[in-house]
C-alpha cells in the first residue's frame, strides 16, 4: 500500500468524492473506510496490480474507488438504488469497475457478470454476514481470500461483540475456510472486526 508521511493513500488521477489530496495522491481516510482502517492496524495488507475483487456492499463507491486504484478490476455489488447512483458515476470515472445492482444473499443473479476473482470484500452490515460470504465462495479461486468486516451489532445487538464474532469464525470454518488473521478496527469502528480467511478447498 502506498503511505505518504504515514497517511494511506492511492494513486488513481483525480479525486472521486470530497476527499483530500496530498502531493497528487487520494487520502484514503480509517475513519471512513474500513479497509484503511484494516490497512493502517495491518502493515502488511495490501492490494495488487493483478487482483481481481468481488465487493460485497459497495455503497457510493468510497472504498471501491480506491479499491480500483490498486487492482486489475472490482465487482461492486450494491442492493439499495440510492447509493448505486453514485456508485455508477465513480464507476465512469473509471475503467476497472463493474457495478452490479444485486443482493449479495442471490449471487446466482449477477453469476452471469463475474468472473473468478482472488479476493471477496465484504462490507455490508446485516445479520448475516457469514452466510453472505459463503454463499459467494463460487466466485473465488483455490487459495483466494475472503476480508469480511464484521459489524457486530448489526448480527446481533442484545449479544457482546466478542462472542459475534466467535460464532462468525466458527461458521466460516464450518464452511471450510481457514481463518489467517483477525483483528479489531478500534480506535477506526467501533464494534467492528476484520476476520481474513482462506479458501483451500
Ligand atoms: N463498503 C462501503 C464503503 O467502505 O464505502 C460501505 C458499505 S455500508 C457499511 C453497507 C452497504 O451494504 C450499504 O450500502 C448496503 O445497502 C449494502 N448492502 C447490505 N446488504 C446488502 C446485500 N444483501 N446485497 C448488496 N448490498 C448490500
Not at 59 to 68: E, R
Not at 182 to 194: F, I, N, Q, V
Request: glycine share 6%.
Amino acid at each position: 500500500m502506498i503511505r505518504i508521511e504515514g497517511i494511506l493513500v492511492s494513486k488513481g488521477q483525480g479525486g472521486v468524492y470530497s476527499e483530500k489530496m496530498i502531493k497528487g495522491h487520494r487520502v484514503w481516510d480509517p475513519y471512513r473506510s474500513k479497509f484503511a482502517a484494516l490497512a493502517m492496524i495491518r502493515k502488511d495488507v495490501d492490494l495488487l496490480p493483478s487482483q481481481k475483487v468481488l465487493y460485497l456492499g459497495a455503497a457510493n463507491g468510497t472504498t471501491v474507488s480506491h479499491f480500483a486504484d490498486y487492482v486489475e478490476c472490482v465487482y461492486a455489488v450494491e442492493f439499495a438504488p440510492r447509493p448505486m447512483q453514485d456508485l455508477i458515476v465513480v464507476a465512469g470515472r473509471r475503467k476497472n469497475i463493474i457495478p452490479i445492482m444485486g443482493d449479495a444473499t442471490r449471487p446466482e443473479e449477477y453469476a452471469p457478470f463475474v468472473e473468478e476473482v482472488d479476493l471477496i470484500y465484504q462490507d455490508v452490515a446485516q445479520p448475516n454476514q457469514a452466510e453472505i460470504a459463503i454463499a459467494n465462495l463460487p466466485f473465488l479461486k483455490l487459495g483466494g481470500e475472503v476480508i469480511l468486516m464484521l459489524k457486530t451489532r448489526s448480527v446481533d445487538v442484545t449479544l457482546v461483540p466478542k462472542d459475534v464474532f466467535e460464532n462468525t469464525l466458527a461458521e466460516l470454518e464450518d464452511a471450510g475456510l481457514i481463518i489467517k488473521d483477525t483483528c479489531w478496527l478500534e480506535p477506526y469502528h467501533h464494534d467492528h472486526a476484520c476476520i481474513i480467511c482462506e479458501k483451500v478447498s
